[in-house]
């Protein structure tokens, strides 16, 4: 397993794994991917047996970045590591693609004293709640998204 940055031949994969998971994230074409390269911290992809098994974008304090999500944490602190969306390919699951994300970018996330994001609460997604709850991810609230969708916003202390 390799995790790497983002490069120009991974982008049709990461739009593929965003609109399997699109149910979890929101839609991403190509002009947004080209954005979030541009903007956040950081966008890696993990590739295993040759082929892109998952993605993740995070972005650090003081990004000039258009998100209810990302505004609600910018609100709350000064420093931080925002962890904007992840993806796991169905044909990868279970083989620790993204616990070896989150290590990776929580990580990162320590010299900015925690890692935030959000997951669906309504309706629930309940293996992500889970998955947030076993690393220590604790709820600092709720948040209803442009949509109508309620999430629950989550914060790790590193």
């Known amino acids: 397993m390799l995790i790497r940055p983002i490069d120009d031949g991974d982008i049709d994969a990461v739009l ?5 998971s699109v149910w979890a994230l929101s839609p991403l074409d190509e002009a947004g991917l080209v954005t979030h390269r541009d903007l956040a911290a950081y966008v890696l992809v993990v590739e295993l047996d040759a082929a892109v098994a998952g993605f993740a974008i995070a972005y650090a304090p003081g990004t000039p970045y258009e998100s ?5 944490h910018r609100d709350r602190f000064d420093d931080f590591l ?17 616990t ?6 929580e990580a990162a996330a320590k010299e900015h004293g925690r890692m935030v994001c959000e997951v669906n609460s309504d309706p629930p997604n309940l293996e992500s709640l ?6 220590g991810y604790v ?5 209803v998204q442009l949509d109508g969708h309620e999430t629950v916003m989550l914060e790790k202390v590193l």
């Open 130 to 135: 889970t998955f947030h709850a076993n690393r």
């Open 82 to 98: 925002y962890l904007d969306r992840i993806a796991v390919s169905s044909a990868f699951r279970r083989r620790g693609i993204a």
């Open 100 to 105: 070896a994300l989150y290590d990776e970018l």
């Open 16 to 20: 593929a794994l965003n609109d399997e």
């Open 139 to 143: 709820e600092l609230g709720h948040l």
């Open 68 to 72: 209810i999500n990302y505004a609600w």
